[in-house]
């Protein structure tokens, strides 16, 4: 009897340490870290195929009601395998983290990335609202359509944060008046606006200052803009999310 407990407990150590290494593709280093190969090869790609077909892109349609940042997703399968030979490992295409994303269509297509782990925590917060059964309610007013969740009532211990992209902070998540999560980037702007030596007037969208230096950009968001002391606000009139 002693002999086969050894036995069991041999194998469970075992199979802790193989789960340990066995991890699924979202958690290899590959699909961890925006690696600059891997978003190069994508904008060149993107490149070929803007030369190729007349100024056309290879994205999938959105209608307006996507923000700047989620409007326009590469579609791989235009790129593949002419101008592409293998889909980027962090891709989400590709079981990664990242959905691939093309900014400034018009003049300068530029690949950009959505990190979708901050989807995901969006997603479980809708789901655990929705299964609670409860009408929705809004909260205390943030700022101009921007209200805080009644979390407590949906279940949730404390407020919903989600992992900022450009830092360690933890970003609080809010409600619009229709009903859609906006994520407040004023912790990572604050640290940004103090990086800039050259500040736009208020008024002005400042959420570029995110990506300026970062390929990642700050998908779910309202505008924001400064004050007259250079801190990062809400903007007043936010017509799109």
């Known amino acids: 009897m002693l002999k086969y407990k050894k036995i069991i407990s041999l194998i469970i150590i075992c199979t802790t340490f193989l789960s340990a290494c066995a991890f699924p593709d979202k958690e290899k280093a590959e699909n961890q870290v925006p690696a600059k190969d891997q978003l190069n090869m994508v904008q060149t790609a993107v490149d070929e195929y803007h030369k190729s077909n007349q100024g056309l892109l290879p994205i999938k349609e959105r209608n307006d009601s996507y923000s700047i940042y989620l409007k326009h997703p590469v579609d791989f399968n235009k790129l593949k395998p002419k101008f592409l030979s293998q889909l980027p490992g962090n891709s989400f295409e590709n079981g990664g983290i990242y959905q691939y994303v093309i900014m400034n269509v018009d003049k300068d ?24 059964g409860k009408p929705l309610q809004l909260g205390k007013k943030v700022a101009p359509n921007v209200y805080e969740i009644e979390y407590k009532k949906y279940g949730f211990k404390k407020k919903p944060t989600v992992p900022s992209p450009y830092s360690n902070e933890r970003l609080p998540v809010y409600m619009n008046g229709g009903n859609d999560f906006v994520i407040d980037y004023r912790l990572d702007l604050a640290k940004a606006i103090k990086k800039e030596k050259n500040l736009p007037k208020p008024g002005t969208d400042i959420r570029y200052l995110l990506y300026k230096d970062s390929p990642i950009l700050p998908a779910y968001s309202p505008e924001f803009t400064i004050n007259d002391k250079n801190e990062p606000i809400f903007k007043s009139k936010v017509k799109k999310y």
Request: charge should be neutral.
């Open 109 to 132: 297509p530029t690949v950009n990335l959505i990190d979708l782990r901050t989807s995901e925590v969006l997603k479980d917060i809708r789901i655990r609202i929705d299964a609670s």
